[in-house]
């Protein structure tokens, strides 16, 4: 069977950590993240203050993808005009790199739900 080949979000990675089972299927999932999930995940782990934080970011730092100029351009036409979903910046540059990079967007927010490209779990 093929691996999944995703771009996870924040909201994926701290369920994957926490050990939810909905996420587990991902677990050998072929993955990337950007910098922008990288650092909201970061926050939020030391903002739980989360035992061994610094082992999580190891882990998922040598995933990190950077984008583009253009795409950063694209991921904010692509929030201006979902304004009334209140999209993150950080969530509009991840489903736009996503899309570049030809990976599904695995994320649980309820806004990306039932929109192409998205792999959505709760």
Do not use: H, Q, W
């Not at 691996?3 to 990675?13: C, G, N, Q, R």
């Not at 979902?82 to 509009?92: A, E, F, G, H, R």
Request: proline share 4%.
């Amino acid at each position: 069977m093929t691996k999944k080949k995703l771009l996870f979000d924040t909201y994926a990675i701290l369920e994957i950590i926490n050990g939810k089972e909905s996420y587990k299927e991902y677990l050998d999932s072929e993955f990337t993240i950007n910098e922008f999930i990288f650092a909201e995940l970061c926050y939020k782990l030391a903002r739980e203050k989360v035992p061994n934080y610094k082992k999580y970011l190891a882990m998922y730092a040598p995933y990190v993808v950077y984008p583009t100029p253009e795409a950063v351009e694209e991921a904010m036409l692509f929030r201006t005009d979902n304004i009334k979903k209140n999209l993150s910046m950080t969530d509009c540059i991840s489903y736009i790199m996503s899309k570049r990079l030809k990976l599904k967007f695995l994320t649980g927010d309820k806004e990306f739900e039932n929109m192409p490209n998205v792999e959505f779990v709760k």
